[in-house]
């Protein structure tokens, strides 16, 4: 059972907006910035958002996260066959003294 | 371009011990906090640990504490996690990754090193 709460799945066609959940509580994603890591098959994950909203050099601004309250979201636009993959939000918790993440969210592209 | 290895993953008998190693080349790792992150074979991420940057304070989950233990050596750039008091449940891949402070994301990960607990 992770700490944070994401759907299993997603699906959308090529040019699509869709969006991720990710839901957690007041001592994650309630005082800390989230980010959002993207995972390929058989790859290390790799950071795709952090600090809520902020991308990394070489991120497209076709992803964009943000968060309210104990919930975050990334939302992934002109949906493309190269998004697909599986996307983990993370959070610094302040009960654990450490990070927690959301189970995962496999994103299909139809 | 930035690196992390790991190496050390195996085949171990429920009880039994292993070290971990990960190995960083082409950015400044004794200024860099590190994390032990695992990935279940069901797919999940689950943080194990993280050590600052001078190696005085480190961090584990719940999970772990009491038997596994981080630690690193600079002149090596080097990281470690000894696990002891293994269970199968500690079956995963072990990644190590880098982050700039305590409570920053992991914005350099390896390629992680399979351990497999089963008797």
């Known amino acids: 059972q992770s700490a944070l709460t994401q759907p299993p799945s997603v699906s959308g066609t090529p040019g699509q907006r869709v969006t991720i959940s990710c839901s957690g509580s007041r001592s994650n994603i309630g005082g800390n910035p989230v980010n959002w890591y993207k995972q390929l098959p058989r790859t290390p994950p790799t950071l795709l958002i952090y600090n809520d909203y902020r991308r990394p050099t070489l991120v497209p601004d076709r992803f964009s996260g943000s968060r309210s309250g104990t919930s975050a979201s990334l939302a992934i636009s002109g949906l493309d066959s190269e998004d697909e993959a599986t996307y983990f939000c993370g959070a610094w918790d302040v009960n654990v003294n450490g990070w927690v993440f959301g189970g995962g969210t496999r994103l299909t592209v139809l | ?119």
């Open chain 2, 1 to 119: 371009q930035l690196q992390l290895v790991e190496s050390g993953g195996g085949l171990v008998r429920p009880g039994g011990s292993l070290r971990l190693s990960c190995t960083a080349s082409h950015f400044s790792f004794s200024d860099s906090y590190m994390s032990w992150i695992r990935q279940t074979p069901g797919g999940g991420l689950e943080w194990v640990s993280f050590i600052g940057s001078s190696g005085l304070y480190t961090s584990s989950a719940h999970s772990v504490k009491g038997r596994f233990t981080t630690s690193r050596d600079n002149a090596k750039n080097s990281l470690y996690l000894d696990m002891t008091s293994l269970r199968i449940e500690d079956t995963a891949l072990y990644y190590c990754a880098r982050h700039k402070l305590e409570n920053d994301p992991f914005d350099v990960w390896g390629r992680g090193t399979v351990v497999t607990v089963s008797s």
